[in-house]
């Protein structure tokens, strides 16, 4: 069997840094390799709905940006199917009969979850929805038989939970569904990105985000008022690197040859020793961070320009690519009602 490719994002912000170097930098490596024979990306509004149903507008409107994110990134929807979640009901179906196959105590042990829970203030009253979702992804990925699933660390729990369903079904039901791996970026930093805040992860319901979208001046004004090292108070004093956001992400971002490019230094090394002794500034050290992302960015928000110029384009994509996700997804979903047994009039 070959590479099926599935990933997804919630339209419940713009797409930020955080999603290019954990996700969408995999995805477009295995979509230029070309080393796949299906691909798929998602807009999670289904799942966004879970902890944002009060709020359907939000969601709707952040489909078309999520999608805009996607093009101007380089995501190509001649190779890669975008769809909308909820436009493939045999998503839902599918998520129905999984839930047999789960226990809610299972699903209150996911660590993402219970952080989440904790984060949105759920502890008093889960909506049954929200603690479900981990079932409604693994019925995403089990849906289109995808073995391959580019992601941040925060998403492992979800793939262990869906290889899990996998072979309970496969069990009780007979051989149907395929076990799928995570592919995670190579360095560790670039698999939870901290937001600007440098306590949680970069995330957009947190807010603490440089977006994709974000123009030069945004870019700049995140990026100076980023959290350094508080007693790195004149130019002289030693500063500290470990727990310094702007050398966090330099080392999420940055190649030795781009420092090279914007800076007296030849490696982040040097430019790391040379803080901690001491006789380098907090803008000093920001300017080179900024340089370094404008340059992932600045062709970005070129591409965006275009497509927020065509959104009738756009709109046709996400409906061919929905078209194609939804045979996929309505074939497994056969299979997995004969395997039920509930195939009754074919
Ligand atoms: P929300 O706050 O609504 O949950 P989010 O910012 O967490 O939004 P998601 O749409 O939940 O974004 O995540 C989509 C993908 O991006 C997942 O694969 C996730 O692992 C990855 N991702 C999100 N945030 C980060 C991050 N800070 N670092 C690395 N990967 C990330
Ligand atoms: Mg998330």
Known sequence: MGNIILTGDRPTGNLHLGHYIGSLKNRLKLQNEGHYDEMY???ADAQALTDNFDNP??????VKEVAIDYLSVGIDPNKVNIFIQSEVSELTE?????MNLVTVSRLQRNPTVKN??????FDASIPTGFLCYPISQSADITAFKANVIPVGDDQLPMIEQANEIVRTFNRIYGETLVECKAILPEKEIQRRLPGLDGNNKMSKSLGNCIYLCDDSEAVKTKVMSMYTDPNHI???D???VEGNMVFTYLDAFSSDDQIKKYSEFNSLEEMKNKYSIGGLGDVYIKKVLYNV???ILTPIREKRRYYEEHPEEVLNILKNGTNKAKEKASNTLREVKKAIMIDYFN
Do not use: A, S
């Not at 507008?57 to 952040?62: E, F, L, M, Q």
């Not at 599918?94 to 999984?98: C, M």
């Open 238 to 240: 030693p500063g500290k």
């Open 57 to 62: 507008k939000k969601i709707r409107d952040y």
């Open 41 to 43: 990306v998602m807009i």
């Open 234 to 236: 004149k130019i002289e």
């Open 293 to 295: 992302l404008e340059e």
């Open 94 to 98: 599918l998520t129905f009969y999984y």
């Open 116 to 121: 989440e829970i904790k984060q949105k203030d």
